[in-house]
């Protein structure tokens, strides 16, 4: 390709509401264009790149049995009420009427497809196990789309969906997945750990999440160095302290004028926050025979400790959460800043499995100024659901060695997730076992956001002159830079690469040689060559790697053979990191 006859073009300068650097340098670089908020056009050397990460999908999934379809991207309504995620997800699900106002949706995820087709594609247990997958168009209408390609609202995804008959074969395909994805995300030059997740609105019994661990990710991830125990923290456990036992203590209402602070009410009372109890009030999105029904809940933690509002939601099986109105807490009896669930009727209310071997804890009077000494749960008052909801914070005890965690940011690049008969045993995915039995189909549904993994590799590699793309995702293998001069040796240099199967970008442009070395950093393509009057009179082509200062003069007649020969070493080194991985069950 000619960068004269390039679509598209550098910018000088970055783009105004670029936060992070792989938004800026893709956008500068010529990569991508923004439509609208969370909406991109891939441009030609952004196209080239993600077709090369889109064969590398297909190899790891045709390697462990993986076969192609495609599916629509348009859905009637239909097969998500038969599973109950129409009622289930919010608004970032689109829905829209056709032509004759039936009820439509634009694809998230293809579960409900997939379930459709074993209908009419599956009878038999002789028929099991398969494995298809498809890369697809996405939409999502997330409400704060940001950081370029790292969180939109169109994107496409890989997604593949195993068929079992069995859980052993849905943990076969599961692993195999598990091992098919490192080695995905180790071709692409991208370092990923895999850690234990919320399985959130795809249900079901398990999930993993591949987490690039980076400051400008949104995830948080508790890892511990003693074990290997890692888990975002939306999931992620800890060994709890163990409350000290003590006899409960007749219950004392004692006046805490304007202490509506956890921190204020143990300095004025002279006591550790873990002394106290804490109230988050939420009100809750549940769904009650296909009708969203809202609750208001009481949560209630130590006061040393925070609310996991994702361990939370699936104590409750809530499809959403907000904050209750202060007018909601009064509604019932409660006093905001001075609450607490004794008394209180109409509520449901969920403690922390600590709250009830703590004894004689601070909690609310439910009266302004007020609180009440020597709580104890279980006499004075009584809980809906008793479960771990607690954030999991940075020096907490690990689960399983007790060692002190560390947390990390990270983004997610991937996911895989045991569904198991949900989706299935809805739709009537059923199958006829050895014994004549009709049987709902086991699954497991993977996931690869394709353009997120081209920002993140972009993320990685990247020094202050632009991105250094890895050769196996390059948009092209080589450029080569024409200085004035030198333009019929540059034209029989790129002649003959194109003949060696080489991928070439050719600045042929009328531009300074600042303006094309400069471009060339930028876009970041594996080797330049650069061809001029100096490298001719020198007798070759200067060779340069982009990672690397260095600069060395190839005979002409022995680039092409050099170049191929750079070309395979670098090839050579992404492929040395692929290798196994042991399993985080």
Same mark, same amino acid.
């Given at each position: 390709?000619?960068?004269?006859?390039?679509?598209?073009?550098?910018?000088?300068?970055?783009?105004?509401?670029?936060?992070?650097?792989?938004?800026?340098?893709?956008?500068?670089?010529?990569?991508?264009?923004?439509? +609208?908020?969370?909406?991109?056009?891939?441009?030609?050397?952004?196209?080239?790149?993600?077709?090369?990460?889109?064969?590398?999908?297909?190899?790891?999934?045709?390697?462990?049995?993986?076969?192609?379809?495609?599916?629509?991207?348009?859905?009637?309504?239909?097969?998500?009420?038969?599973?109950?995620?129409?009622?289930?997800?919010?608004?970032?699900?689109?829905?829209?009427?056709?032509?004759?106002?039936?009820?439509?949706?634009?694809?998230?995820?293809?579960?409900?497809?997939?379930?459709?087709?074993?209908?009419?594609?599956?009878?038999?247990?002789?028929?099991?196990?398969?494995?298809?997958?498809?890369?697809?168009?996405?939409?999502?209408?997330?409400?704060?789309?940001?950081?370029?390609?790292?969180?939109?609202?169109?994107?496409?995804?890989?997604?593949?969906?195993?068929?079992?008959?069995?859980?052993?074969?849905?943990?076969?395909?599961?692993?195999?997945?598990?091992?098919?994805?490192?080695?995905?995300?180790?071709?692409?030059?991208?370092?990923?750990?895999?850690?234990?997740?919320?399985?959130?609105?795809?249900?079901?019994?398990?999930?993993?999440?591949?987490?690039?661990?980076?400051?400008?990710?949104?995830?948080?991830?508790?890892?511990?160095?003693?074990?290997?125990?890692?888990?975002?923290?939306?999931?992620?456990?800890?060994?709890?302290?163990?409350?000290?036992?003590?006899?409960?203590?007749?219950?004392?209402?004692?006046?805490?004028?304007?202490?509506?602070?956890?921190? +204020?009410?143990?300095?004025?009372?002279?006591?550790?926050?873990?002394?106290?109890?804490?109230?988050?009030?939420?009100?809750?999105?549940?769904?009650?025979?296909?009708?969203?029904?809202?609750?208001?809940?009481?949560?209630?933690?130590?006061?040393?400790?925070?609310?996991?509002?994702?361990?939370?939601?699936?104590?409750?099986?809530?499809?959403?959460?907000?904050?209750?109105?202060?007018?909601?807490?009064?509604?019932?009896?409660?006093?905001?800043?001075?609450?607490?669930?004794?008394?209180?009727?109409?509520?449901?209310?969920?403690?922390?499995?600590?709250?009830?071997?703590?004894?004689?804890?601070?909690?609310?009077?439910?009266?302004?100024?007020?609180?009440?000494?020597?709580?104890?749960?279980?006499?004075?008052?009584?809980?809906?659901?008793?479960?771990?909801?607690?954030?999991?914070?940075?020096?907490?005890?690990?689960?399983?060695?007790?060692?002190?965690?560390?947390?990390?940011?990270?983004?997610?690049?991937?996911?895989?997730?045991?569904?198991?008969?949900?989706?299935?045993?809805?739709?009537?995915?059923?199958?006829?076992?050895?014994?004549?039995?009709?049987?709902?189909?086991?699954?497991?549904?993977?996931?690869?956001?394709?353009?997120?993994?081209?920002?993140?590799?972009?993320?990685?590699?990247?020094?202050?002159?632009?991105?250094?793309?890895?050769?196996?995702?390059?948009?092209?293998?080589?450029?080569?830079?024409?200085?004035?001069?030198?333009?019929?040796?540059?034209?029989?240099?790129?002649?003959?690469?194109?003949?060696?199967?080489?991928?070439?970008?050719?600045?042929?442009?009328?531009?300074?040689?600042?303006?094309?070395?400069?471009?060339?950093?930028?876009?970041?393509?594996?080797?330049?060559?650069?061809?001029?009057?100096?490298?001719?009179?020198?007798?070759?082509?200067?060779?340069?790697?982009?990672?690397?200062?260095?600069?060395?003069?190839?005979?002409?007649?022995?680039?092409?053979?050099?170049?191929?020969?750079?070309?395979?070493?670098?090839?050579?080194?992404?492929?040395?990191?692929?290798?196994?991985?042991?399993?985080?069950?």
């Amino acid at each position: 390709m000619r960068m004269t006859q390039l679509f598209g073009q550098t910018l000088r300068e970055p783009p105004a509401d670029a936060q992070i650097a792989s938004h800026r340098l893709l956008v500068q670089a010529g990569f991508i264009r923004q439509l +609208g908020a969370g909406i991109f056009s891939y441009l030609h050397l952004a196209k080239r790149s993600i077709t090369k990460i889109e064969n590398i999908l297909r190899e790891e999934m045709d390697a462990i049995g993986g076969q192609e379809i495609t599916m629509p991207v348009v859905h009637p309504a239909d097969v998500w009420k038969e599973t109950g995620r129409w009622y289930e997800i919010g608004s970032e699900m689109a829905r829209f009427y056709d032509k004759n106002k039936r009820d439509m949706v634009l694809a998230m995820t293809h579960e409900e497809v997939v379930a459709s087709l074993l209908r009419t594609e599956i009878q038999s247990y002789k028929q099991l196990p398969r494995l298809v997958y498809h890369i697809q168009t996405k939409w999502r209408d997330d409400p704060r789309p940001r950081a370029g390609l790292i969180r939109v609202r169109e994107f496409t995804m890989k997604d593949s969906y195993s068929l079992d008959m069995d859980w052993e074969g849905l943990d076969t395909q599961y692993r195999a997945h598990y091992q098919a994805y490192f080695d995905i995300f180790h071709r692409c030059g991208l370092p990923v750990v895999a850690i234990k997740s919320d399985v959130g609105m795809m249900g079901g019994k398990m999930a993993h999440e591949f987490m690039y661990l980076t400051p400008i990710g949104e995830d948080t991830i508790l890892m511990c160095d003693g074990c290997g125990y890692m888990a975002n923290r939306q999931i992620a456990r800890f060994q709890k302290p163990a409350p000290v036992e003590e006899k409960p203590k007749p219950i004392e209402k004692v006046a805490t004028p304007h202490m509506s602070t956890i921190t +204020g009410l143990a300095e004025f009372l002279d006591i550790p926050e873990s002394r106290t109890a804490k109230v988050l009030f939420v009100i809750a999105t549940v769904t009650e025979e296909q009708e969203d029904v809202e609750k208001l809940v009481f949560a209630i933690v130590r006061g040393d400790m925070d609310v996991n509002e994702t361990k939370l939601a699936n104590a409750i099986k809530a499809k959403s959460l907000r904050p209750a109105t202060e007018d909601e807490i009064r509604a019932v009896g409660a006093v905001p800043g001075y609450a607490s669930p004794i008394g209180i009727q109409g509520v449901t209310v969920v403690v922390d499995d600590l709250i009830p071997g703590s004894a004689n804890l601070v909690a609310g009077a439910n009266d302004e100024g007020y609180h009440l000494l020597n709580v104890n749960y279980g006499r004075d008052y009584q809980a809906d659901i008793i479960q771990d909801i607690v954030v999991a914070e940075e020096g907490y005890a690990c689960p399983d060695c007790g060692a002190a965690m560390r947390a990390s940011k990270g983004v997610e690049v991937g996911n895989i997730f045991k569904l198991g008969t949900r989706y299935a045993a809805a739709m009537g995915g059923t199958f006829l076992d050895r014994d004549g039995q009709e049987r709902p189909v086991i699954m497991g549904s993977y996931g690869i956001g394709v353009g997120r993994l081209l920002a993140c590799v972009a993320e990685d590699h990247y020094d202050e002159q632009g991105i250094i793309w890895p050769i196996t995702v390059a948009p092209y293998q080589v450029y080569v830079v024409a200085l004035q001069g030198s333009e019929e040796a540059a034209e029989r240099l790129y002649t003959d690469l194109r003949a060696a199967n080489v991928e070439v970008l050719y600045d042929d442009r009328d531009e300074r040689a600042g303006v094309k070395f400069n471009d060339a950093d930028l876009i970041g393509i594996p080797i330049r060559l650069t061809v001029s009057k100096r490298s001719l009179e020198a007798g070759g082509v200067e060779f340069k790697l982009r990672r690397s200062a260095e600069r060395v003069v190839i005979p002409e007649g022995e680039i092409i053979s050099y170049v191929c020969g750079q070309i395979e070493a670098l090839q050579a080194e992404i492929a040395e990191k692929v290798v196994a991985i042991p399993y985080n069950a």
